[in-house]
């Protein structure tokens, strides 16, 4: 099955919490804190795999997340970092983010991309210890990992993409002038999935042909396949356009090369500019008069014509020839360039660990909800002062007293963060 979308939701593991232990040993006066740091979570990273050309992997896995940094331990241990986690996907992947449509990544070179960092490590309360606080009953959480739905959009990676209404001969010709064996048969949309075939026309030069399921009218609004595929014409550099010039399907091959191209300008003004080449196919059954009309019809609009026959071979190297000469004049393949975060996203993932919410409940209890602070909670003693004193400044220095007190708190008021109640006191 050719899967070429998907959607996924990835989440790069939370860093280790930090450790609360003091040293007691028999013969070790006055040992101190000595809680080790917590482990770095582990990234989500992409990487190609040439073995894959569908996408139908993330059809059936909707979610992947990394695992935690290993928390810390007594005696200044350090937390073990988490491995990263590697998802495979085809070349010519395009990674955008879900929510804004920023690309995120291009998979089309071999470099590895890191799409979402794992959390760091929380400090051990060793590292809390001062002069004046020599035993410090606290940790830090680590920090939670970063957390995106993408989705995963293929675009073949091809020098030359093959259009052409159904049944026109683009299967034959693919299979005629490369190893590509498509399978061919005298009825429309015979080709399902684009295929991609390796073009050989010298001893050590070579390009890439991508046959593209059958276009017809309507196709970039979704009619027949080519609304699923003409994605994949998008990262070609050059576009023969194959037409049956015999008309045998008893359509004008005159008005079908108008029509595709149509669909192509619909679908991508960017893409009806590229080059193209036009193979005037089944010559073999088509008239002398025929083939004149059309090489008229083609050499008024500029482009280049090749009169052959696919089923015969004739003309063929003669095509492959000029479409490789026209390839050496023009740029590399399409790559996407990533789009950097806007400067509203930056300052959000800068505060993505300060988010909270806090709502006046109708009981008059003022309740908290934080996904980092549900996190932090968990490593204050709250029998202990200078525990309590730093989960109180941790609450100032973010900002939720000053909001509280904007929200009209009275001291006394209840204040409840994830089940734990206090009083407040200013």
Request: hydrophobic residues 35%; proline residues 4%.
């Amino acid at each position: 099955m050719f899967i070429d979308k998907a959607k996924v939701k990835i989440k790069s593991g939370d860093g280790g919490d930090g450790a609360v232990s003091f040293q007691r040993e028999k013969y070790v006066a006055a040992g101190g804190p000595d809680g080790g740091d917590g482990g770095k979570g582990g990234d989500i990273v992409f990487i190609i795999d040439d073995n894959f050309s569908t996408l139908i992997d993330f059809r059936y896995k909707k979610k992947y997340i990394a695992q935690k940094g290993q928390n810390g331990a007594a005696k200044n241990c350090t937390g073990k970092n988490a491995p990263d986690l590697i998802i495979k996907v085809p070349r010519g992947t395009l990674i955008r983010d879900a929510e804004s449509g920023r690309v995120m990544a291009d998979m089309s070179s071999n470099e590895r991309q890191i799409l979402a960092k794992g959390g760091k490590g929380g400090k051990g309360n060793a590292r809390f210890a001062t002069p004046t606080r020599q035993a410090p009953r606290f940790a830090k959480p680590g920090f939670l990992g970063e957390e995106y739905e993408i989705t995963l959009e293929l675009k073949l990676i091809a020098d030359v993409g093959l259009v052409g209404y159904p049944n026109v001969g683009k299967s034959t010709l693919i299979s005629v002038v490369s190893a590509a064996k498509p399978k061919i048969a005298n009825y429309h949309f015979t080709t399902l999935t684009p295929v991609l075939g390796v073009v050989r026309f010298d001893d050590e030069k070579s390009f890439v042909m991508a046959d593209i399921p059958g276009l017809i009218q309507g196709a970039s609004d979704g009619t027949g396949l080519g609304h699923e595929f003409l994605r994949h014409v998008e990262r070609c550099r050059l576009i023969v356009h194959v037409v049956d010039v015999s008309g045998t399907e008893g359509r004008d091959p005159k008005l079908d090369f108008d029509i595709i191209n149509r669909e192509l300008k619909k679908f991508s003004e960017d893409l009806s500019g590229r080059p193209q080449i036009a193979a005037a196919n089944k010559c073999d059954l088509a008239t002398d008069e025929q083939i004149e009309d059309f090489r008229k019809y083609i050499s008024e609009k500029g482009i280049n014509l090749h009169v052959i026959s696919a089923a015969t071979a004739m003309g063929t190297r003669e095509l492959i020839n000029a479409v490789a000469a026209e390839l050496d004049k023009l740029p590399p393949v399409k790559e996407y360039e990533v789009e950097p975060l806007t400067k509203q996203e930056l300052d959000e993932r800068a505060g993505a660990g300060e988010k909270y919410n806090i709502t006046a409940g109708d009981d008059g209890v003022y309740y908290i909800e934080s996904a980092w602070l549900e996190h932090l909670i968990r490593t204050v003693d709250m029998d202990d002062y200078s525990s309590l004193q730093y989960f109180q400044r941790i609450l100032r220095s973010r900002g939720i007293i000053d909001k509280l007190e904007q929200m009209g708190i009275n001291e006394g008021d209840t204040v409840n963060i994830f089940g734990f109640e206090f009083d407040f006191v200013n």
